[in-house]
């Protein structure tokens, strides 16, 4: 495989010496731009360009043509989706071309040109076109898991197909001035692939013709989730304010808004310093503060979707699953449903997540081995922090979290954020937005509130103090003294706090989709989950 440079500015294009004449990759560059195309007949393409002043293609100097002995129209065109997608994702240069949905083809040798495009990369490197050295790290990367250039399963294809239906056919429009407009609800267990799914809704609305000049937008209440989806979306040219907070919605009305995580909307509660402009975001719809961002959706929205999971409630600030439900399921407003059930983060598939659930509420599940997954129990923190180094050095995306089992200082002292677990001084996260993209928070340890949302290749879970098994009940139990939540500890009573501790700890347990690493303070709790969990050293 070659890769040539040719002026393109100049327009001298007969004059061009191209090493044979089997179908070619170009890459045409600018200043700050990229666009990738191929074609049998390149001299005759750059013509085409030259003269397509609509198109701008007088911003180009430079044509990269990448030629090879064995390549046909289809192994180019799958290097063409695969440069669109990676160096999208690279950002070095924005990629001016529009995508083409979806399809991942096979054809004879596939895996052999497979091997071919690696080496390709490396020549891009090395001319400078890309910065990142190994594509894989960008496959691997979280924006590159929250973009929408990966294919969708077959349960979200259907959940797309079926959104798009009642969106085309506006079943969810009142019937007559007596009714309301129904939102359309798409529940599913954690990791079925809502985030993914709303991403690549939004993402088809936009591109389609129907849709692509009405107002439409995704609102996320949970400010990291929100930077991350803002960042992946970015490289697809879409603006930042194509992602915003509940409250700005009572500036303006949209044609369709794209709720994600709506299970984390909020309502007047416990906001602490949201307070202010949540209680100016109802004054700006002539609203008390008894209306939640749930009510300023519904106002805001000809069509509203949203993405939900009463089970992911980890804040008292949330609104609860049963004052949700009576704002939609009304006699005059009613939803549309929709359900996810396959599970696409973790590998061990929807068992796993089950599992996890029945684990930590005593229901006495079977031991289960799952395999091409990585559920381990270890006896001390040292071994977590090892074993998660080295997973963050080989795949990426590995970080340790815990529940708010130790005390939380940001007093801007030396010690701040630091606290003590198995004898060892650690770090809490020094910021919640973008934590999971920083270098210098890699050997930090994250919380709910920056894992919310996010896809890990391997997680380590503390589980704290303040659970512990009771050998005499045998049962799990919550030692109020020991979790530091104060917003959740001072507000809730002590069977609400339990249940959403383990809500929490569920949430971070099926964080990781190749693989969860458990270090449990209490002796007694570890015991009991050895039950559940492979303790063996020698495991994965």
């Known amino acids: 495989m070659k890769m040539m440079a040719y002026d393109f500015k100049t327009g001298d294009f007969d004059n061009w010496k ?16 990229l666009y990738i195309g191929e074609s049998a007949n390149v001299k005759e393409r750059a013509k085409s360009h030259k003269g397509d002043i609509s198109e701008n293609y007088c911003q ?38 529009e995508r083409e949905g979806y399809k991942y083809n096979f054809y004879y040798n596939k895996n052999q040109y497979e091997l071919k495009f690696d080496k390709l990369w490396l020549i891009l490197e090395k001319m400078g076109i890309v910065k990142e050295k190994k594509f894989k790290d960008l496959l691997d990367s979280e924006e590159f898991k929250r973009a929408p250039f990966k294919k969708l399963n077959s349960e979200q294809t259907r959940a797309l197909k079926s959104i798009v239906h009642v969106i085309d056919s506006k079943e969810t429009y009142p019937v007559d001035s007596s009714y309301k407009a129904r939102p359309i609800r798409i529940t599913g267990n954690p990791g079925t692939g809502k985030t993914a799914l709303a991403i690549t ?26 930077e991350e989806i803002k960042y992946a979306l970015s490289c697809l040219k879409y603006c930042k304010k194509s992602v915003v907070a509940p409250v700005e919605l009572t500036r303006k009305k949209y044609d369709i808004v794209i709720c994600d995580e709506a299970h984390k909307l909020r309502r007047f509660k416990y906001l602490r310093s949201y307070a202010r402009a949540f209680k100016k975001g109802n004054e700006r719809l002539g609203l008390t503060s008894s209306y939640d961002e749930l009510d300023w959706l519904l106002m805001q929205s000809k069509t509203l979707i949203l993405f939900y999971d009463s089970r992911q409630i980890v804040s008292p600030s949330a609104i609860p699953k049963d004052i949700f439900n009576q704002k939609i399921e009304t006699i005059d407003r009613g939803i549309r449903p929709i359900e996810l059930k396959k599970q696409m983060r973790v590998q061990a598939g929807q068992g796993y997540v089950d599992y996890i659930y029945d684990i930590l509420y005593g229901e006495n599940p079977r031991r289960k081995i799952f395999l091409n997954y990585t559920f381990r129990i ?27 089992s130790f005390e939380f200082s940001n007093d801007n002292t030396p010690e701040s954020h630091t606290f003590i677990v198995d004898s060892q001084k ?10 999971i993209r920083k270098e210098e928070c890699k050997k930090e340890i994250g919380s709910i509130y920056t894992l919310s949302g996010i896809d890990l290749n391997y997680i380590g879970v ?37 249940e959403e501790v383990l809500n929490a700890y569920a949430i971070l347990l099926t964080r990781g989709i190749y693989g969860t690493y458990v270090y449990v303070c209490d002796e007694n709790l570890r015991e009991y989950l050895k039950q559940f969990i492979d303790s063996n050293v020698y495991s994965r």
Not at 72 to 82: F, P, Q, S, V
Request: overall charge positive.
């Open 18 to 33: 191209i090493d044979n004449n089997y179908h070619c990759l170009y890459i045409l560059e600018g200043n700050k731009y």
């Open 60 to 97: 180009f100097h430079t044509m990269y043509i990448i030629t090879d002995s064995h390549a046909n129209a289809t192994i180019m065109k799958h290097y063409e989706h695969l440069l669109v997608v990676l160096i999208s994702m690279d950002r070095k240069y924005i990629v001016t071309n």
């Open 201 to 226: 809704l939004f993402d088809y609305l936009k591109s389609s013709e129907q849709y692509r000049d009405k107002k439409i937008v995704i609102v996320v209440a949970n400010p990291s989730l929100r």
């Open 378 to 404: 270890v006896e001390s923190y040292q071994e977590l922090d090892k074993i998660i180094t080295l997973k963050e050095e080989k795949y990426g995306l590995s970080r340790i979290a815990s529940g708010y």
């Open 426 to 435: 650690v770090k809490w996260n020094t910021c919640t937005v973008g934590w």
């Open 462 to 498: 503390i589980i704290g103090p303040e659970l512990y098994y009771d050998k005499v009940s045998k049962k799990i139990k919550l030692d109020k003294d020991k979790f530091y939540d104060n917003t959740v500890k001072c507000q809730k009573s002590d069977e609400a706090i339990y």
